[in-house]
């Protein structure tokens, strides 16, 4: 059974989506999954490749690469990260199909609806991956293998959540590669700058899918399937305090450790740690609803977390 049969919107799709009003009727499922329908994935997995490329501007020291340059990166990953956090999501729908349809908000997704069978989706998948390779290949030497190297942890990511109580912190470990993808395609190496900031993103993600998760808390203990916001429960306002400090403590090592005195990098990193700071105290754990708005704020997150790394390259410049 294909899409042509049958056209189902998940309950959790946005209604007023491009998908259900401009997409041609048998493209749909597969554009829902892949999610095009909801980019917030997208910018969640874009937003690190740029973090990545803007430390490494400051790294670099003294005159910046040329615009045109950094421009085509920054659309190379733009659309790199469009196929890849689709491919992604299709093989963990190819996996999770059995689960999904046991949970509410994910019974009607393209597999678990029978909008797509797991042979096309695994073709869909395979295309999606050759275009994100044409895209990988565009960069230098270092970043290949370094994306390269990411696979293994996507492909045991869909499995996490079976044996692991943290499964969002393996999402943080693969969802933001690119800050290091980013990094060494301008820098050419690895540098502990890049890994602090790596990290700084591991902790990024560990809050905002921990708030993700608890849309899924109650179906997710019927079936088994294990996750952060199960295991923290009523201390997720306290953890989640923890994390995202850790998120602007490493983001402001990562900016030390490039060698950045000014002060004015430090500063800009207030709007994100007040942007945090809402999304943990409005915070209802008991309101799907209510978390689907705060995890949604994350991509708001990002280009405040960006903007204090491009005060950091401008402070650089000037220096």
Same mark, same amino acid.
């Given at each position: 059974?294909?899409?042509?049969?049958?056209?189902?919107?998940?309950?959790?799709?946005? &209604?007023?989506?491009? #998908?259900?009003?401009? $997409?041609?009727? =048998? /493209?749909? &499922?597969?554009?829902?999954?892949?999610?095009?329908?909801?980019?917030?994935? /997208?910018?969640?997995?874009?937003?690190?490749?740029?973090?990545?490329?803007?430390?490494?501007?400051?790294?670099?020291?003294? +005159?910046?690469?040329?615009?045109?340059?950094?421009?085509?990166?920054?659309?190379?990953?733009?659309?790199?990260?469009? #196929?890849? =956090?689709?491919?992604?999501?299709?093989?963990?729908?190819?996996?999770?199909?059995?689960?999904?349809?046991?949970?509410?908000?994910?019974?009607?997704?393209?597999?678990?609806?029978?909008?797509?069978? +797991?042979?096309?989706? @695994?073709?869909?998948?395979?295309?999606?991956?050759?275009?994100?390779?044409?895209?990988?290949?565009?960069?230098?030497?270092?970043?290949?293998?370094?994306?390269?190297?990411? *696979?293994?942890?996507?492909?045991?990511?869909?499995?996490?959540?079976?044996?692991?109580?943290? &499964?969002? *912190?393996?999402?943080?470990?693969?969802?933001?590669?690119?800050?290091?993808?980013?990094?060494?395609?301008?820098?050419?190496?690895?540098?502990?700058?890049?890994?602090?900031?790596? $990290?700084?993103? %591991?902790?990024? /993600?560990?809050?905002?899918?921990? %708030?993700?998760?608890?849309?899924?808390?109650?179906?997710?203990?019927?079936?088994?399937?294990?996750?952060?916001?199960?295991?923290?429960?009523?201390?997720? =306002?306290?953890?989640?305090?923890?994390?995202?400090?850790?998120? %602007?403590?490493?983001?402001?090592?990562?900016?030390?450790?490039?060698?950045?005195?000014?002060? @004015?990098?430090?500063?800009?990193?207030? +709007?994100?740690?007040?942007?945090?700071?809402?999304? #943990?105290?409005?915070?209802?754990?008991?309101?799907?609803?209510?978390?689907?708005?705060?995890?949604?704020?994350?991509?708001?997150?990002?280009?405040?977390?960006?903007?204090?790394? %491009?005060?950091?390259? #401008?402070?650089?410049?000037?220096?």
């Amino acid at each position: 059974m294909t899409g042509a049969a049958h056209n189902h919107r998940p309950a959790d799709a946005d &209604p007023d989506s491009w #998908v259900d009003h401009i $997409a041609p009727l =048998r /493209t749909r &499922p597969y554009l829902r999954l892949m999610r095009a329908d909801r980019p917030i994935g /997208t910018w969640l997995l874009l937003l690190p490749c740029w973090f990545g490329m803007a430390l490494g501007v400051v790294a670099l020291g003294g +005159p910046p690469p040329s615009l045109f340059s950094l421009g085509v990166d920054v659309a190379l990953f733009a659309i790199g990260s469009i #196929v890849m =956090r689709g491919a992604g999501c299709v093989y963990n729908d190819i996996v999770d199909r059995d689960i999904d349809a046991q949970v509410a908000r994910t019974a009607l997704r393209p597999l678990p609806a029978g909008d797509v069978t +797991p042979r096309a989706a @695994w073709v869909f998948l395979i295309c999606l991956c050759l275009i994100g390779l044409g895209v990988l290949l565009q960069f230098n030497r270092m970043a290949i293998l370094t994306g390269f190297a990411a *696979l293994a942890l996507v492909a045991a990511y869909p499995f996490m959540k079976r044996i692991t109580w943290w &499964p969002q *912190l393996w999402l943080g470990l693969t969802f933001n590669w690119g800050v290091l993808v980013g990094f060494v395609a301008l820098v050419g190496q690895v540098d502990s700058a890049m890994l602090c900031l790596y $990290a700084a993103c %591991i902790f990024w /993600t560990l809050g905002y899918d921990t %708030i993700y998760a608890h849309q899924d808390r109650e179906d997710d203990a019927l079936i088994g399937v294990k996750s952060s916001a199960r295991r923290l429960g009523p201390r997720t =306002r306290p953890a989640l305090i923890v994390f995202y400090a850790l998120v %602007i403590t490493f983001f402001a090592g990562a900016l030390w450790l490039c060698g950045t005195i000014a002060p @004015w990098p430090y500063l800009a990193l207030t +709007p994100a740690a007040l942007h945090f700071a809402w999304q #943990v105290r409005g915070l209802d754990i008991d309101n799907g609803h209510n978390c689907l708005i705060r995890f949604k704020s994350n991509r708001d997150a990002g280009f405040l977390l960006l903007f204090a790394l %491009i005060v950091a390259t #401008v402070a650089d410049a000037a220096a």
